[in-house]
């Protein structure tokens, strides 16, 4: 029988302990024994009966707590913060108060990332916000419907993304071209956009480990949790949950890579944890062979073949350290957010009576690197038997490059490929309004055209009324 898999939305990937308890409850009401955790920082519920038939019988069921179809939960790296490395003005609370304004599901998906870490992919959403250099002001990196992949052309304000995402949702099927959104919302919003002063660099780091009780800081611990099979027993969950709430953990955190992250554990209360772990037999140091893999959710196929290939990984004394694969039976590949990628063929249609051993494609992205967004075709339509060799060539061939040339070049930003305009305003000094000759001043019925020396003695700032010569002739330049 079909398996369903309902989705529950967990903002940026955030929620409490208590949070997680309620979905718990939930999932035990319908007969579960485990849930997933989906690539987007959601929860998966797999039962076998459509949710119709789920909340027939049963009062106590909330199906309002799952997501609709066309709803998309938002990814964030705030999973990251305070335990990998980090853009130096960002913090937990940034993360939290944008996820907060959010107060209705995206149609789009939405990426919150910080380019520092390399837990959270940058590029895997149609909206996709990235930290700047530039305190409290992102890049955004668009790939929406009828567009090409392109950066907006300004860096958006904290405090504004929610409303410009709101925004381009409601623009997103009918623009052709960024510049056409950008117009658009430009007349549409009020927003505290910067300008653009060089394109976006991602260093490449190699992919970190992430399970185990690891050291934050001087007096707390981070426990990172992964199940290889991607089922997270109930009953385990809910026991974390009443830790948590009892030892004052306030924040459990989704990975994109089907684990968990439990921050700002107490340096008194980390034996009690690790005696808690034990007690249900939880193993916390898997290989880093296991970790970095993304597979598809439910997918058995999918889990033995990576389990096949991590087997002759260990065999052979290969090192995957930094390198992420995944393996997808869908062609996508604006979405993949892997080193390696190995994609499962459909088996011939014109064969009926006997069974097809099925072949593979792999591919890499430039550099090893998938925030580059290109991937290259290493093999095509290869038996499984020869995976693993393909693979160890290709790992060979990373370490063989690992430290040259690994940056993301900025072949995909059409930003540095803009000529820079120089033009001379004149802006107050008490409230930073620019006068702009090319513009005028359409408050105080000021046509375009009119200089600034031509305008009358009795000429005041149309905000905060400052006389004329409070204004000062500045130079604005503009990509």
């Not at 029988?1 to 903002?11: F, G, H, Q, W």
């Not at 990937?13 to 849930?35: F, K, N, R, T, Y």
């Not at 995206?106 to 250099?133: C, E, R």
Request: glycine share 4%; charged share 20%; with cysteine.
């Amino acid at each position: 029988m079909e398996n369903y898999l309902e989705r529950i939305a967990v903002k940026g990937g955030v929620l409490s302990p208590i949070e997680l308890q309620h979905i718990v409850a939930q999932a035990e009401q319908i007969g579960l024994d485990a849930v997933h955790f989906g690539s987007r920082q959601d929860i998966l519920f797999p039962h076998k009966n459509t949710l119709n038939e789920l909340t027939k019988d049963n009062s106590n069921f909330d199906p309002s707590m799952f997501a609709a179809i066309e709803d998309q939960n938002i990814i964030s790296s705030y999973v990251a913060i305070d335990i990998f490395p980090s853009t130096v003005w960002l913090r937990g609370t940034t993360y939290l108060y944008i996820l907060e304004q959010f107060r209705t599901s995206p149609k789009l998906k939405i990426n919150i990332t910080d380019p520092k870490q390399q837990m959270v992919p940058l590029f895997s959403g149609d909206l996709n916000f990235i930290a700047s250099d530039h305190e409290d002001f992102w890049y955004l990196y668009l790939k929406i419907p009828q567009c090409s992949a392109a950066y907006y052309p300004v860096l958006i304000y904290t405090w504004d993304i929610s409303k410009v995402a709101y925004a381009i949702e409601e623009f997103s099927d009918t623009v052709s071209n960024v510049e056409e959104l950008f117009a658009l919302l430009n007349e549409k919003l009020d927003t505290n956009n910067r300008v653009i002063e060089k394109p976006l660099k991602v260093d490449f780091q190699p992919f970190p480990y992430y399970e185990g009780m690891n050291k934050m800081g001087m007096n707390q611990y981070w426990l990172g949790l992964y199940w290889r099979n991607n089922r997270y027993d109930l009953k385990f969950l809910q026991a974390l949950c009443d830790f948590c709430i009892e030892y004052r953990v306030g924040k459990i955190s989704l990975t994109p890579w089907k684990s968990f992250i439990i921050k700002g554990i107490n340096k008194d209360y980390k034996l009690l944890l690790e005696k808690f772990l034990g007690n249900f037999g939880i193993n916390i140091r898997h290989s880093a062979l296991e970790l970095n893999w993304h597979l598809p959710i439910d997918n058995k196929k999918a889990l033995d073949l990576k389990k096949f290939l991590v087997m002759n990984f260990d065999q052979n004394d290969i090192s995957t350290y930094g390198l992420t694969f995944g393996i997808t039976t869908t062609r996508n590949r604006n979405r993949y957010f892997t080193s390696i990628v190995i994609e499962e063929n459909d088996a011939p249609s014109v064969v009926k009576d006997f069974v097809v051993r099925p072949t593979y494609n792999v591919l890499y992205a430039k550099n090893f690197n998938p925030n580059t967004q290109h991937y290259l075709v290493h093999a095509q339509d290869v038996d499984q038997m020869d995976l693993p060799g393909l693979l160890m060539e290709l790992t060979k061939t990373y370490f063989k490059n690992l430290g040259t040339n690994m940056v993301v070049d900025n072949e995909l930003s059409n930003i540095k490929k803009k000529e820079i305009v120089e033009i001379e305003v004149f802006q107050c000094q008490d409230c930073q309004t620019v006068f702009d000759p090319s513009i005028g001043d359409p408050a105080l019925d000021i046509e375009p055209g009119v200089i600034f020396t031509e305008l009358p003695d009795s000429y005041c700032c149309s905000l905060c009324d400052a006389p004329k010569e409070h204004f000062e002739k500045t130079v604005l330049q503009l990509v």
